[in-house]
C-alpha cells in the first residue's frame, strides 16, 4: 500500500498536482533593472526601394478572359500535330504541348506567337504572326500534316 502511494505522489508532482516539498523563498524583484520597451501597436512598413508585397497586383482588374491557350506559353513552332477530330462537319485538331500533354485546338484558338487560321481533313494551318516576341511585317502561315505510319 505505501508502494502505491509513493507512485500516486511522484506521478501526481509530476503532473503539478500535488504539493512539493518546501523550496526556497522567491527573491524579491529587482529594481536595478531597465522596464522593457513599450510594445508596438501598430505595425508600418518601409520598402526600402523593394515592391510592396501587400499591395494589389491586378489593380481590382478581374482575369475573366484568357487570351491565349496555355496561357500564352506555346509557340507554333512547339506544336505537334496528334490527330484531327470531325463533329458534326466541325473539325478540331488535337494537339500535343511541348511538356507531352495533348490539347484540342479549334480555329481561332491564340498561341504566344500565333493562331489557329484553318483545319481541315488531313491538316492544320496556323499563322505565325510574331517571332521572338517581335511581330512580323508578314505573318507566316505555318501547316502541320497528318501522315501515315507504315
Known amino acids: 500500500m505505501m508502494r502505491k ?12 498536482l500535488a ?3 518546501a523550496q526556497e523563498t522567491a527573491a524579491p524583484p529587482r529594481t536595478d ?8 501597436t501598430g505595425f508600418t512598413y518601409n520598402p526600402e526601394g523593394r515592391r510592396d508585397p501587400f499591395k494589389d497586383l491586378l ?3 478581374d482575369l475573366k478572359q484568357q487570351t491565349a491557350l496555355g496561357d500564352n506559353q506555346m509557340f507554333v513552332a512547339d506544336l505537334i500535330l496528334f490527330g484531327i477530330v ?3 462537319n466541325v473539325y478540331t485538331a488535337l494537339i500535343g504541348m511541348p511538356q507531352g500533354y495533348p490539347m484540342f485546338a479549334k480555329v481561332g484558338d491564340k498561341f504566344a506567337d ?6 481541315s481533313e488531313t491538316q492544320v494551318v ?6 521572338r516576341g517581335i511581330p512580323l511585317m508578314r505573318p507566316r502561315d505555318v501547316i502541320k500534316e497528318i501522315t501515315e505510319e507504315l
Open 19 to 21: 504539493p512539493l516539498p
Open 59 to 61: 489593380g481590382g482588374r
Open 5 to 16: 502511494a509513493a507512485c500516486l505522489l511522484i506521478v501526481l508532482s509530476l503532473a503539478g
Open 86 to 88: 470531325k463533329n458534326r
Open 126 to 131: 496556323l499563322r505565325q504572326t510574331h517571332e
Open 33 to 40: 533593472v531597465a522596464p522593457l520597451a513599450a510594445v508596438q
Open 114 to 119: 500565333g493562331y489557329v487560321l484553318s483545319i
